[in-house]
Every structure is written in structure tokens, then in C-alpha cells.
């Protein structure tokens, strides 16, 4: 079908996938979700919090990139029905579901997306709680605290939106915070000795914690900062910092390339590889390797491992469109064994996860039509 190095597949197929994952997590009903005790939370789009916030983003760059402007509506309208409950909290996860209003305020011209968004990205960088080496610390909107902690998840749920206002706005500052963020994760996260990221790190006590390389949050990275970097890097005027980021943004995808399991997903430890495997960490990994091979950021080969996802990843979308094989929430956890038995079943943030690999799979397509 293509010449460019994404993988030959049916057009077609990817794009009957997509619509069913998005058509079950914005408008399934809750008899569809299946009986277990974190079914509510796990599939309930109408809260305002980062589960719902990766889905969010995914429908909007799905209905944006496949040009359907009801898709573009329907995220709009979410906006419009949940944005009361963002008034009573702001904290790390609930800043992802803002990342939309820099897209709606293109689409749309109200200024209301592009004030509120301003608003939003002067408390992160003005009243965000940080750690001692000026990161981010990850706030959560549960009753819990993570003083002085680092969690790769911070990139997508807040900096990804600091990015894009800064692009919507033109303001370097904002571009330049949002950079120095990813290093500053990257700096934390990375291990020097495998190229793979810890899922967090505690300032306080200078250690990983677990010391898990959990999958998922080595995606969040990895489809995070090429997102972070279309955004900024024209209106970053610090090269050595970008070229920073370039190299450990590279060397971490050659260590994740070779992770990757045989039948194309990575396991949730990366490291373990007897652990079970992972579509939602996998699905973003991928689209991460072919948004970074699109933009230059690795080499063009690596665009195979991705190729090798897909299929694996459509294999593991049910008839009525929920992906499974995605593990449920996961905070830093007590060990790295723990990892290996958190319970698996449908999200908001898988779907949203499987969702944009397959957007992303699908204008790699259309490009070599």
C-alpha cells in the first residue's frame, strides 16, 4: 500500500478499528463495561481527570486528522458538559483534558479556549508544586500525595498542554518551560544504564522507588515528548537544550526497539519479559516511534518495530470496539513484581491510547496512497 516504510495493511481495516474504539469509549453504555470493582472509573467519560483526558485528546487529533468534524464536535461537547468539575481542583492530572483547547480555539476562533488555556498554563508555571530540582511533582485529583516525586506520566497530562498553548499563543516562555520540563524528566527518569525510563523518581529520598521500567510509562514519553517538540522547538532558542532532548529522546527508543516482544507488544515491565503483555503502553510506544521517525528524531528503520505493533494491537480490539489487555491504574508501585498483577481490563486511557496509534498508522497510510 505504501512505500514509506509503514507497514502494509488494509486501510480500510485501520479505519473501521479506529471508529470502533472510539465509538466505545465516548458512547458505550455502562452494561458494556464489564463487572469488576474499578468498571465506573475505568469507563465513565464524564469526569474531569486524566483518564478521561487521554481519550479526550485522542477523539480530538482523530477528528481532526481524519478531517470528521462531528468527531471534533463531540470532543467539544465533552469540554462543554465536564468543564465545571475542573473549577474545584487543579493538580497534574487534571491539566491533560485542556490540551484540547489550543486545537478547539484554532478550530473554532472562541477566545474562551485560548484565555482559560492561558490561565491554566500561568498556574503551572507560576504555582504548580515542584520538586527540589524544579520538576513538576505529580499531583493527582485522588486523596493521595507523592511529595518531591517524579512520574513520567507528567509529560502527557501537563506538559503536552503547556506545549501547545505555547504554540497557540507564540510564547517562548511557555515553549521554554515546557522543554526544560522534559529534560528535567528525562534527566530523572532515564537509566543510564539501559536507556529505558523508571516509572518514577523521589527526590527526597534519591532513589527509583520500585525501580520498575514499567511499558506505560515509557509511552508516555515516548508519544509525549515528539508531540512536545512540533509544538515548541521553533520557538525555542536554546539548541543545546533541544539537542539534549534529541539524544535521549533517540537512545531511549533504541533501548525500547529492542524490548519489544515477539509478537509485536512490549511486556508492562520491560525488563521482565516473562511478564504479561501490554496494549495500551504498546500502542503508545508505537505511535511515539512513528511520529519521531516522521519528524526526524530516529532513524527511519525503526519504523519496523512499529509496523510490528499494529497488528498485534488490532488483534487485541473486541467486536465491540474496547481494546483489551490494558492494565488498570498504576501509581509507583511497591516492587517491581507488583507490576505484574495489577489487574486488566477496558479504559479510557487505553482506548485512547490504541486510538491514536491507529490515527497515526492511518495518515502514514493515506500519505503513501
Given amino acids: 500500500m505504501n512505500g514509506n516504510g509503514y507497514g502494509l495493511w488494509n486501510r480500510n481495516q485501520l479505519d473501521e478499528a479506529a471508529r470502533s474504539v472510539y465509538r466505545y469509549m465516548m458512547h458505550s453504555k455502562p452494561e458494556r463495561w464489564g463487572g469488576h470493582a474499578w468498571t465506573d472509573w475505568a469507563m465513565n467519560a464524564d469526569r474531569w481527570d486524566w483518564n478521561a483526558g487521554v481519550g479526550v485528546i485522542a477523539a480530538a487529533e482523530f477528528g481532526l486528522k481524519t478531517e470528521n468534524e462531528e468527531v471534533v464536535r463531540e470532543a467539544e ?19 491533560a483534558p485542556f490540551a484540547v483547547f489550543p486545537l478547539l480555539h484554532r478550530i473554532t476562533g472562541r477566545s474562551f479556549y485560548a484565555e482559560k488555556a492561558g490561565e491554566v498554563a500561568r498556574w503551572l508555571i507560576d504555582e504548580a508544586p515542584r520538586t527540589k530540582n524544579g520538576a513538576f ?82 509511552a508516555w514519553i515516548a508519544v509525549g515528548v515528539p508531540m512536545i517538540l512540533e509544538e515548541t522547538e521553533a520557538l525555542c532558542g536554546d539548541d543545546g537544550l533541544l539537542a539534549d532532548i534529541k539524544r535521549r529522546y533517540a537512545r531511549l527508543a533504541e533501548a525500547l526497539v529492542r524490548r519489544q516482544g515477539a509478537g509485536g507488544l512490549w511486556p508492562t515491565v520491560l525488563d521482565r519479559p516473562g511478564f504479561y503483555a501490554e496494549t495500551s503502553g504498546s500502542a503508545g510506544i508505537a505511535c511515539g516511534l512513528y511520529r519521531a521517525a516522521r519528524m526526524g528524531l530516529v532513524p527511519e528503520a525503526l519504523l519496523a518495530h512499529a509496523d510490528r505493533a499494529v497488528p498485534a ?11 483489551g489487555g490494558v492494565s488498570g491504574g498504576t501509581p509507583v508501585l511497591e516492587s517491581v513484581e507488583a507490576y505484574g498483577e495489577v489487574p486488566i481490563f477496558p479504559t479510557l486511557y487505553g482506548q485512547g491510547l490504541t486510538l491514536l496509534l491507529l490515527t497515526e498508522a492511518l495518515a502514514a497510510a493515506g500519505d503513501g496512497e
Avoid: Y
Wanted: aromatic share 8%; with cysteine.
Fill in 313 to 323: 494491537v488490532l488483534a487485541a480490539i473486541g467486536p465491540d470496539g474496547d481494546v
Fill in 137 to 218: 511533582e505529580h499531583t493527582v485529583t485522588e486523596k493521595a500525595s507523592f511529595s518531591e516525586q517524579i512520574w513520567a506520566d507528567t509529560i502527557f497530562m501537563a506538559v503536552l498542554f503547556l506545549a501547545r498553548t505555547a504554540r497557540m499563543k507564540g510564547d517562548g516562555r511557555i515553549a521554554l518551560e515546557s522543554l526544560r520540563q522534559v529534560r528535567l524528566h528525562l534527566e530523572a527518569l532515564q537509566d543510564e544504564e539501559t536507556g529505558l525510563l523508571f516509572h518514577g523518581w523521589d527526590c527526597e529520598a534519591g532513589n527509583w522507588m520500585s525501580g520498575a521500567r514499567w511499558n506505560r510509562a515509557n
Fill in 77 to 95: 461537547a465533552w469540554v462543554k458538559r465536564n468543564i465545571g468539575q475542573s473549577e474545584s481542583i487543579l493538580v497534574i492530572n487534571s491539566i
